[in-house]
């Protein structure tokens, strides 16, 4: 079973920071790409960024400048880096890959279960 588990998320005042951590783990074959996505209520999931096995990034504009993602691959782990945070980035944030199983090794999507981010203003 391939399971990703978030953390670092809470509660901070604006123009904070915080750092989200996902650690995916089971029976990794590979991870083609890893991401950070953020919904807030009443709104779609939306994309922040995400970082390919290679090391390119994309980032929503809205977080441009203030969010770094970046990855260990040999920890199968992805980070979010979040400075400048406002009260508009207050979401729960999930983690989600792009990864192939040992078996059945076919490529798929997984997510985490979400951890809160609380900015005040």
């Known amino acids: 079973q391939v399971q990703l588990v978030e953390s670092g998320g809470g509660l901070v005042q604006a123009g904070g920071s915080l750092r989200l951590s996902c650690a995916a783990s089971?029976?990794?074959?590979?991870?083609?790409?890893m991401g950070w996505y953020r919904q807030a209520p009443g709104n779609e999931r939306e994309l922040v960024a995400t970082i390919q096995s290679g090391g390119s990034t994309n980032y929503a504009d809205s977080v441009k400048g203030r969010f770094t993602i970046s990855r260990d691959n040999a920890k199968n782990t992805v980070y979010l880096q979040m400075n400048s945070l406002k009260p508009e980035d207050t979401a729960i944030y999930y983690c989600?890959?792009?990864?192939?199983?040992?078996?059945?090794?076919?490529?798929?999507?997984?997510w985490g279960q979400g951890t809160q981010v609380t900015v005040s203003s």
């Open positions: 089971g029976n990794i074959f590979s991870i083609t790409a």
């Open positions: 989600k890959a792009i990864l192939t199983p040992t078996w059945p090794r076919y490529t798929a999507q997984y």
